[in-house]
């Protein structure tokens, strides 16, 4: 097969002459912390040095302001039935009709499933990317918006940085680990003066809609873009890996997994991935603080060689 336009997904091919690195992140327990605050096991791994309640009572004001967002914006009560793996799993039956005057809750959609509703329920995701990229901004109010930010640092000071540490992880990441990048429309952060790009995906075994959100809230949307968001909810982690691996079937792609749960670990093994295991307890280096881009390094290494990871890390 020539250059396959599929497993590129557009990229020029004197980009795809680049080497890329794909970073294939989980996100409860990892990116952010949310679980483990609701059930306490965050807090108990501290051995009483964190307050528990404290942290169920942060969770349970991020679990109400999720659930909102979802309703009132993002057409959850209409399609939490029908979730799909990704944004663009329907695009095929897109049409591409103007939706400025649409009447999203005038049009019918629901059962049966069948072309039609496939349609409509593609509508709904194509407003949805375009809401997620405009951001949260472009549909809060300064006084949510001013609650959201309190609450971000609330809970960032009550995780000891976890949430800002994991974010500027996500960054590096992002811009390979050098000082300046360029964002494609694709999604793609490529590095100046970097013979690497540098891709980062979510694969959540949540459903789409409110991981979608919850990137929104914990000011993930600006790294992970909207095409980039993957659900295992209803396929699973593996099919979810194996979809990921013909989108960016190419020899110069690298892909690492990191997350804390057993079923991308038993995913990342099957597809004979790197896995960097998250462990949120005091102490460890697969955490946040304490995550660094050697580490990655030394896990890509591990699995495709040692070849140029010294200059990437430079």
Request: hydrophobic residues 35%; proline residues 3%; glycine residues 6%.
């Amino acid at each position: 097969m020539g250059e396959s336009t599929s497993v590129t997904n557009g990229f020029s091919q004197s980009r795809m002459d680049q080497k890329i690195n794909v970073y294939i992140w989980d996100m409860d327990e990892t990116l952010i912390l949310l679980k483990s605050l609701l059930n306490g096991t965050y807090a108990e791994a501290f051995n009483g040095l964190k307050n528990v309640q404290e942290g169920v009572e942060i969770g349970k004001m991020w679990e109400k302001h999720i659930l909102a967002l979802c309703d009132d914006h993002f057409f959850y009560e209409q399609i939490e039935n029908y979730n799909k793996p990704s944004l663009d799993a329907l695009s095929q039956y897109d049409d591409g009709q103007n939706l400025s005057d649409y009447d999203f809750n005038q049009d019918g959609f629901g059962p049966p499933y069948d072309d039609s509703n496939n349609r409509k329920l593609a509508y709904r995701h194509r407003f949805i990317a375009h809401r997620y990229k405009q951001g949260l901004h472009s549909f809060l109010n300064q006084e949510m918006i001013k609650d959201l930010d309190e609450l971000y640092d609330m809970t960032d000071k009550y995780t000891d940085r976890w949430l800002s540490s994991a974010h500027i992880f996500l960054e590096e990441c992002s811009a390979g680990h050098k000082k300046t990048s360029l964002v494609a429309a694709d999604g793609i952060n490529e590095s100046s003066a970097s013979k690497y790009q540098h891709i980062n995906l979510l694969v959540t075994s949540g459903s789409l809609i409110p991981s979608l959100v919850k990137c929104l809230l914990f000011r993930l949307n600006n790294m992970i873009t909207d095409e980039n968001v993957y659900s295992s909810w209803e396929v699973g982690k593996l099919q979810c890996f194996q979809q990921i691996k013909v989108r960016f079937n190419h020899p110069n792609v690298r892909f690492c997994v990191i997350g804390d749960g057993w079923e991308e670990c038993e995913a990342a093994q099957a597809m004979q991935w790197p896995l960097v295991k998250i462990d949120m307890r005091p102490g460890g280096s697969h955490r946040f603080p304490g995550l660094t881009s050697r580490t990655l390094g030394f896990y890509f290494s591990v699995v495709y060689g040692s070849s140029d990871v010294e200059d990437e890390e430079e």
